[in-house]
């Protein structure tokens, strides 16, 4: 069964860069969640979208930025890049003929390391 | 305080052993529950999805929620050294777009 695929896998960056970062959801998964996920921590949410709008948004920085595309992807655009940014970033995607309810699937993440 | 706790653990049983996880949350809107498995450096598996009170299972997983309580738990039965992982519990509220709230996880271990 096709998963959650997230771009690229791995990421190396120096401060004040700018990074993006991609998730393609499961075909007919209309809502993606970002997680950011640092060391020995649990997944902490950074915003979601559902139909393209955004729809919640969480401990995600001004200098981050997210949007969901016409083909239901999704891009994470992170400028200004910090030491304190190297995590694993994590994208989610569920269905919404579930209510919103529904299992959520996470993909492999991508890990962003910050020199 | 955080809206979901869980003991971080680590939790050392011998191999066949009953792995017995749990989280407890202060949010009484939550309506969903989950529980998920994750390797190191590797993206959350899902195992369970119960919705409201009861209990389900699924070969050697067993999940139970008592929202009366605002308790659930996950049992794992004849527990394997591929068991050893970090379990993850997380609950929503409901709504498309509704984000996840996670426990912190809790580092299971199992000795062969």
């Known amino acids: 069964a096709a998963g959650v695929i997230q771009s690229p896998r791995h990421l190396i960056k120096e401060k004040r860069e700018t990074a993006t970062l991609k998730c393609y959801p499961i075909p007919r998964h209309d809502t993606v969640y970002w997680y950011q996920q640092g060391p020995g921590q649990d997944p902490q949410f950074l915003i979601s979208f559902y139909e393209k709008m955004q729809s919640d948004k969480g401990s995600i920085p001004d200098r981050f930025s997210a949007q969901q595309f016409s083909d239901y992807h999704s891009e994470l655009n992170m400028s200004s890049l910090e030491l304190g940014d190297s995590a694993l970033y994590f994208c989610a995607s569920r269905h919404r003929g579930t209510g919103g309810t529904g299992e959520l699937f996470f993909g492999e993440g991508s890990r962003l390391t910050v020199l | ?112």
Do not use: H
């Open chain 2, 1 to 112: 305080q955080k809206e979901v706790e869980q003991d971080p653990g680590p939790l050392s049983v011998p191999e066949g052993a009953i792995v017995s996880l749990n989280c407890t949350y202060s949010n009484s809107a939550f309506q969903y529950f989950m529980w998920y498995r994750q390797y190191s450096r590797k993206g959350p598996e899902l195992l369970m999805y119960t919705y409201s009170s009861g209990n389900k299972e699924d070969g050697r997983f067993t999940a139970q929620v008592d929202k009366s309580s605002k308790y659930i738990s996950l049992f794992i039965r004849d527990s394997q050294p591929s068991d050893s992982a970090t379990y993850l519990c997380a609950m929503g509220v409901g709504a498309a777009g509704n984000k996840l709230t996670f426990g912190g996880g809790t580092r299971v271990l199992v000795k062969p």
